[in-house]
């Protein structure tokens, strides 16, 4: 099994322009999340998922959009990229079941300028 | 709501000293209770966890206690090596089915 996995590791934009990254998770599990990874700021919740079809906002939903069309995978959107989304951004992913026990990708690493 | 708080700051040791990192929470009801392990370069993963008052979560010689009474799930380690530096994250369940973190408490062991 990969677990969780992200696309792509490192990514430099300009302010304005839009682009998506991907999450995919070989679990079969229910739930997936976005987080952004700030100094000092630990890690904040963007955007999750409690099943195919259905998303939800988090603490910090502005300037981005998520989609989950397929179990297995889930989107975040920038569409017009800010300074402000420079950041490392983190997909995780949790069973069915009573566990909220979250795995976590690698991570990307995103740039605005 | 249901938050975490760690103690400010990176803790810098010595090889083989004794490691405390300190978390308390704000919760309602009886949440479950996590630290996370961020290597550099990596993703989170989990290190220990408890799930009811009184509950010692361990793993690769960390430790934690569940303790109701005093709102903590501090982490300790008795003899800590250079592998073991690292970000630590305390984190508490929030219904439904998400995670609230603590800032994050970044460890340097010296050799």
């Known amino acids: 099994n990969a677990g969780v996995t992200q696309t792509p590791k490192f990514r430099v934009l300009k302010t304005g322009q839009s682009m998506t990254l991907l999450c995919a998770q070989d679990?079969?599990?229910?739930?997936m999340y976005w987080y952004r990874q700030d100094p000092g700021m630990g890690l904040r919740l963007i955007h999750y998922?409690?099943?195919?079809?259905?998303?939800a906002k988090g603490e910090v939903p502005d300037g981005y959009n998520v989609s989950r069309l397929k179990k297995q995978n889930f989107l975040l959107g920038l569409e017009s990229a800010a300074p402000s989304q420079t950041s490392v951004y983190f997909c995780?992913?949790?069973?069915?079941?009573?566990?909220?026990?979250?795995?976590f990708g690698p991570g990307t690493r995103l740039t605005v300028t | 709501g249901n938050s975490v708080t760690q103690m400010e700051g990176p803790v810098t040791l010595s090889e083989e000293a004794f490691l405390t990192i300190n978390c308390t929470y704000t919760?309602?009801?009886?949440?479950?209770l996590f630290w996370y392990v961020q290597y550099p370069g990596e993703g989170l993963q989990l290190l220990l966890k408890?799930?009811?008052?009184?509950d010692k979560g361990s793993n690769k010689g960390f430790e934690a206690t569940y303790r109701k009474e005093t709102t903590s799930f501090h982490l300790e380690k008795g003899s800590v090596q250079v592998s073991d530096s690292a970000v630590y994250f305390c984190?508490?369940?929030?219904?439904?089915?998400?995670?609230?973190f603590g800032k994050g408490n970044q460890v340097v062991v010296i050799p």
């Open positions: 408890a799930t009811k008052a009184d």
């Open positions: 995780a992913s949790n069973p069915r079941g009573q566990t909220y026990e979250q795995y």
């Open positions: 679990m079969n599990h229910e739930y």
């Open positions: 984190a508490l369940s929030v219904p439904p089915r998400r995670l609230a």
């Open positions: 998922s409690v099943g195919e079809g259905t998303t």
């Open positions: 919760a309602t009801g009886y949440p479950s």
